[in-house]
């Protein structure tokens, strides 16, 4: 805020561009499923294998053979170096279809878009089961399905 001559204050255009921005921001998380729901643990599993490319980052939102499966892709990219110039894709994913189970367990379908540069964009779905245990709601297993 500016202080005008009169001992009035006045907004600026930053400062409004820079509240607008905040509250988006803040909205966009907000929207974010919580990890410890079934979709939230899903959704975070996604985010990180899929969207971000971390896979240790992943690990925490798995069990049993998701878990395993993570595990071996981290072993296949030791060794590989990635960093700023390493050529990723980018990646989105929408929600399709929820498919509970029984009480401890839902599957979840999604579709992702993946852009790589230079390259032709593709879509695959992704089939996501979570099962919920004494720590909480995590991914058991995943499948990439072709469109």
């Not at 599993?45 to 939102?61: E, K, S, T």
């Not at 390493?86 to 367990?105: C, G, I, Q, W």
Request: hydrophobic residues 35%.
């Amino acid at each position: 805020m500016v202080t005008t001559g009169f001992g009035r204050y006045k907004v600026t255009a930053t400062t409004t561009r820079g509240a607008a921005l905040f509250a988006i921001l803040s909205l966009l998380s907000a929207c974010r499923p919580d990890p410890s729901t079934p979709r939230g643990a899903a959704e975070h599993f996604l985010d990180a294998h899929y969207v971000r490319i971390d896979l240790h980052a992943a690990l925490p939102y798995t069990k049993d053979l998701a878990r395993h499966k993570v595990e071996q892709e981290i072993g296949l990219t030791q060794g590989q170096t990635i960093d700023e110039t390493t050529r990723k894709p980018s990646v989105h994913y929408t929600f399709l279809e929820e498919h509970p189970v029984n009480a401890d367990m839902v599957n979840y379908l999604y579709r992702g878009s993946v852009v790589v540069e230079d390259a032709d964009r593709f879509e695959r779905r992704w089939l996501v089961t979570v099962r919920r245990d004494d720590e909480g709601w995590r991914v058991t297993n995943y499948q990439e399905l072709g469109e």
